[in-house]
């Protein structure tokens, strides 16, 4: 397993001290006990967060790196290291104990290690969403009284809103519209609202429609096109629903607005069906359940540190994470469609950008390849005129080409659009292509019939004169940027230890480009190392550590011999000199040297 591999730990911490930075997580607790409970939530960095949750609450905790959660049990103070990003609760145990347990949604090692984004938790302001307020013509009040009521509904809502995801509402105008009388489909209505609307000088335009009742039994009474879209209708007029019951409607679809979706737990205000009369009997509190509130606290998070406008412009993790969410939901409502919108959209924005970045960087290779295979060989050129560039130089060619154009794409996909580009361009093996979770990816990109072209003028980029070990320290790459550092530490051990065992052997030279591929690209998605620095000056002897006396070729006899098994003193001291050696690259000196202490 990872998390027992000592060689994997290793190299963690390692990479932790290379390439120390500060992730945005969020973590929700839920208390589904009778009583209130208070807790304590210790962050990686910052000081220690105290919260009360009152009993039926859902909280989320804005977090910068891994979390501890502590809170007084019948037994003494309970503590748990949390995943970031990850959603929990309180409940009895069958002894009558209170214990915190996780809501499990798909999280992966890569996942739930968290995202990088801006800033730190606890200095960003909350993300303030300007609207305008919309009636038609068949709304029967005077505008000063429909204004008020708007306004305080709307105001209801943000309070709602501030307290389940770090968002809230600014009422910046009003106005009117004309309804067309004829039409009947509430989506028709929605679209002639979308057309004859704009929400300036607001973010979100909000109409309230009176045109027609609101029939008994499930119909829409209000929607939105999705996750950050800019409209919103909502059926006002029905002499049988309170304005208990209008405010539930409101914060449901401003739920959608934020990315939730529909919840099988009948206490949330995102349950499919409303009009229920739940919000008619004392003491009810409109609330979102736990799923739903880390879900529009992670899209609260890239509103107030990233200004987000839209799925498509929020960082990779994000979108990544949430898929991963909705997937998860989309199974316990098999009838409802919202929680596979949901998965469509976000998969969409999430995968989209970053494939055309990264076909532009293969592309870009492709292209470097042709020019430099159109130089005439080195001893057939007269003297002055470029030759054809081979070995450790083309590597270093292609790298700083592929960087030059990354630095031209969107800021959320370049370091990883490079990374990946670099990966797919650089490897002549099917490694890549095979792999079972990032072929399909690895094709998308690339159809066969343009990696065949490339690969007839790739000629033989190489690192320290080898050709296997420029290939190592890409595929790495690709598999730090793809999965995380320890999948691609594992996949690189499991490799090796294959090769050991009937293949070309077991060798700490593969491994030392495996790690030096690691850290490359850790030190890329952290920002330590800039993609501008490599596109100006990447050089294989900055990145790539001497592999002097280090052994290759090893039987899995000749490995267990002369180093043990991976937990093996001998192993690991082997690794470390390989470490040290990457430690001492000045590419790698100068990021520890910079990193907060």
């Not at 430099?372 to 060619?397: C, F, K, M």
Request: proline letters at 5%.
């Amino acid at each position: 397993m990872l998390r027992s591999s000592l060689a994997a730990a290793g190299f963690v911490l390692f990479l932790a001290l290379i390439c120390r930075s500060v992730s945005a997580d969020v973590v929700v607790l839920a208390n589904r006990t009778p009583n209130a409970i208070p807790v304590e939530v210790k962050a990686a960095f910052g000081v220690p967060q105290r919260v009360t949750i009152a009993a039926g609450d859902s909280v989320p905790m804005f977090v910068d790196g891994g979390a501890t959660v502590a809170f007084a049990a019948r037994d003494g103070i309970k503590r748990y290291n949390v995943d970031a990003n990850s959603a929990h609760y309180f409940g009895q145990r069958s002894d009558g104990q209170v214990d915190l347990q996780q809501i499990g949604l798909g999280e992966d090692k890569s996942t739930a290690k968290g995202r990088t984004l801006p800033g730190t938790a606890p200095a960003a302001p909350l993300a303030t969403i300007p609207v305008k307020i919309f009636v038609d013509e068949e709304e029967p009040a005077r505008q000063q009284h429909w204004e008020r009521r708007l306004r305080e509904r709307v105001a209801a809502a943000s309070e709602v809103l501030k307290k389940h995801a770090g968002v809230e509402l600014k009422v910046v105008a009003v106005g009117t519209w004309d309804s067309d009388d004829r039409i009947t489909d509430f989506f028709e209505s929605l679209g002639e609202f979308e057309r004859d609307v704009k929400p300036f000088p607001g973010r979100l335009a909000i109409g309230f429609t009176s045109q027609y009742q609101v029939v008994q039994g499930r119909t829409h009474m209000a929607g939105t096109r999705g996750a950050l879209s800019g409209h919103i209708l909502v059926r006002e007029w029905s002499r049988h629903m309170s304005e208990p019951e209008r405010l539930e409607l409101l914060v449901h679809e401003l739920g959608h607005f934020l990315g939730a979706s529909h919840s099988p737990e009948q206490s949330s205000v995102m349950r499919p069906v409303l009009g229920d009369r739940q919000a008619v009997r004392k003491g009810f509190q409109v609330r979102f359940d736990p799923v739903n509130t880390l879900v529009m606290s992670m899209v609260g998070e890239e509103l107030r540190r990233r200004r987000a406008n839209k799925l498509v412009d929020m960082t990779t993790g994000t979108k990544m994470r949430l898929r991963q969410i909705y997937q998860s939901l989309s199974p316990t409502l098999p009838d409802d469609p919202a929680a596979n919108h949901f998965v469509q959209s976000v998969s969409v924005a999430a995968v989209q950008p970053l494939m055309l970045g990264t076909k532009q960087v293969v592309a870009t290779i492709a292209s470097a390849a042709q020019t430099n295979l159109s130089l005439p060989a080195a001893g057939e050129a007269p003297e002055g005129v470029p030759t054809r560039r081979t070995g450790d130089e083309l590597t270093e060619y292609y790298i700083r080409q592929a960087a030059g154009i990354a630095r031209f794409l969107p800021e959320d996909i370049a370091t990883q659009s490079f990374l990946l580009g670099l990966g797919i361009a650089l490897d002549d093996s099917t490694v890549l292509r095979n792999h079972p979770k990032f072929g399909n990816f690895v094709k998308m990109v690339e159809p066969e019939s343009e990696r065949s072209l490339r690969l007839v003028a790739l000629g033989q980029p190489t690192m320290l004169g080898r050709r296997d070990l420029a290939q190592h320290f890409v595929v790495s790459a690709y598999l730090a940027a793809a999965g995380g550092s320890q999948l691609a530490v594992t996949s690189g051990l499991m490799k090796e230890m294959a090769d050991a065992n009937g293949g070309s052997g077991f060798s700490f030279i593969d491994m030392a480009a495996n790690r030096a591929g690691i850290v490359f690209a850790a030190s890329l998605l952290n920002k330590r190392v800039a993609l501008r620095k490599v596109g100006d000056d990447f050089t294989v002897a900055a990145y790539m550590p001497n592999v002097d006396g280090f052994k290759e070729g090893l039987t899995a006899t000749q490995l267990l011999t002369d180093f043990g098994p991976q937990n093996d003193d001998r192993f690991q001291q082997e690794l470390k000199r390989i470490d040290q050696r990457l430690l001492q690259l000045p590419s790698y000196r100068n990021a520890i040297s910079a990193s907060p202490q």
